[in-house]
């Protein structure tokens, strides 16, 4: 099992440009979660999916749109690119509430 | 959403026991704590949760206090390998009834060979 896979692993943007971070989760997990990790920080969350076709707002929504595409996967959008977003993205999953969370290895994204 | 305090950072010897502890006043009582560390450039890893009970796991042990405002991660022997931050996490029922983890800064530890 891959458990959860992000892509790219890498990402380099210009300010202003838009890219969409891609999660897929193969243990058909119900629950999905977008978090970035700034240097020397906590986790934040950015949005999380409870179930396949619903989203909610985490601690820090601004600027991002998530799409729970299906069970498997949950995309996060970047509309229009800012330095502020340069972190690093963590896409997680879990079977249900208070279960194990599972991580991706993270998309390291840099806005110039 | 509850709060934890952790140290910002502890150090033991390798093969020693570690207790890492965490305040969580604010709990409610359908809170479950959560621990997960992450090591340098990976993504979070569980370590173990619990609700009342003391629970114990292969990779560690959680021990919480009667009234649930405090518990403590121990690892029963520390490798070099356990050098990492420590978050301890309350999970928060959020509007979609999914138990999000917020997560707080973290215990960094240090373990010295």
């Known amino acids: 099992n891959a458990g959860v896979t992000q892509t790219p692993k890498f990402q380099v943007l210009k300010t202003g440009q838009s890219m969409t971070l891609q999660c897929a989760q193969d243990?058909?997990?119900?629950?999905m979660y977008w978090y970035r990790q700034d240097p020397g920080m906590g986790l934040r969350l950015i949005y999380y999916s409870a179930s396949e076709g619903t989203t909610d707002k985490g601690e820090v929504p601004n600027g991002y749109n998530v799409s729970r595409l299906n069970k498997r996967e949950f995309s996060l959008r970047l509309e229009s690119a800012a330095p502020s977003q340069t972190s690093v993205y963590f896409c997680?999953?879990?079977?249900?509430?208070?279960?194990?969370?599972?991580f991706g290895q993270g998309t390291r994204l840099t806005v110039v | 959403d509850a709060k934890t305090t952790q140290p910002n950072s502890m150090e033991s010897n390798e093969e020693e026991p570690v207790h890492l502890p965490c305040n969580h006043s604010t709990i409610s009582g359908t809170d479950y704590i959560h621990w997960y560390r992450q090591l340098p450039s990976q993504g979070p890893e569980y370590v173990i949760h619990g609700l009342t009970s003391n629970v114990n796991n292969r990779m560690a042990s959680l021990a919480i206090a009667e009234d649930r405002k405090s518990s403590t991660l121990i690892l029963h022997r520390a490798t070099l390998r356990d050098a990492a931050v420590y978050y301890c996490?309350?999970?928060?029922?959020?509007?979609?009834?999914?138990?999000?983890?917020?997560f707080g800064q973290g215990t960094t530890l240090q373990v010295k060979p």
């Open positions: 997680a999953s879990t079977r249900s509430m208070n279960t194990e969370a599972f």
């Open positions: 243990m058909n997990h119900n629950s």
């Open positions: 996490i309350l999970s928060a029922r959020g509007s979609s009834n999914t138990g999000k983890l917020i």
